[in-house]
Antibody, heavy 118, light 112 residues
Framework: DVRLVESGGGFLRPGGSLRLSCAASGFTFKNAWMSWVRQAPGAGLEWVARIKSKIDGGTTDYGAPVNGRFTISRDDSKNTLYLQMNSLTTEDTAVYYC?????????WGRGTLVTVSS | QSVLTQPPSVSGAPGQRVTISCTGSSSNIGAGFDVHWYQQLPGTAPKLLIDSNSDRPSGVPDRFSGSKSGTSASLAITGLRAEDEADYYCQSYDNSLSGYVIFGGGTKVTVL
């Protein structure tokens, strides 16, 4: 079975940094396109970032609100996806989901909560 | 404000049919990008419900169906059940954002 398990969420002050991790299993991780999708409290879904498989170029894309502040990366040897988040603001408060899929998100983790507050 | 527009809520009695619209534009749905749908039950992660406009992943009941026409797409739920009460999101891509992923604002389905 496919499993995506996020970790690294927590509470921090505006301006801080945090790195999220997503441990993947049950599929060939190195061939997968992976994304982070977030959901602010009481709000809808917002795509954050995507990284293609290395065989497809390994390129990254970001949503406008996080471009320049967040960095998505992957370690295929560890079957792990990362999201480095810098210069966090209160608007980044959300549950962050790790997802797998090329054009749609077939599998989702349970999410990890990031709370940014002064 | 989401690039894809969904009604905030729809409701229906058990056994009825409800539809959820997802309205886009010529830079996303109208440009030929597929539409996908997700169901999010209370307190859980979203789950893929319909992919590529009308395909049901394994395990999704055939009470759920999707369609796409022009700059819009729709999700229909027939034989509405209490367990269908959830939030539903459409998702596609947008040309104007260099092919970035976009979501609708979500629709809350209430079973009366």
């Amino acid at each position: 079975d496919v499993r995506l398990v996020e970790s690294g969420g927590g509470f921090l002050r505006p301006g801080g940094s945090l790195r999220l991790s997503c441990a993947a299993s049950g599929f060939t991780f190195k061939n997968a396109w992976m994304s982070w999708v977030r959901q602010a409290p009481g709000a809808g879904l917002e795509w954050v970032a995507r990284i293609k498989s290395k065989i497809d170029g390994g390129t990254t894309d970001y949503g406008a609100p996080v471009n320049g502040r967040f960095t998505i990366s992957r370690d295929d040897s560890k079957n792990t996806l990362y999201l480095q988040m810098n210069s966090l603001t209160t608007e980044d408060t959300a549950v962050y989901y790790c997802t797998q899929g090329r054009y749609y998100f077939e599998y989702w983790g349970r999410g990890t909560l990031v709370t940014v507050s002064s | 404000q989401s690039v894809l527009t969904q009604p905030p809520s729809v409701s229906g009695a058990p056994g009825q049919r409800v539809t959820i619209s997802c309205t886009g534009s010529s830079s996303n749905i109208g440009a030929g990008f597929d539409v996908h749908w997700y169901q999010q039950l209370p307190g859980t992660a979203p789950k893929l419900l319909i992919d590529s406009n009308s395909d049901r992943p394994s395990g999704v009941p055939d009470r759920f169906s999707g369609s796409k026409s022009g700059t819009s797409a729709s999700l229909a739920i027939t034989g509405l059940r209490a367990e269908d009460e959830a939030d539903y999101y459409c998702q596609s891509y947008d040309n104007s954002l260099s092919g970035y992923v976009i979501f609708g604002g979500g629709t809350k389905v209430t079973v009366l």
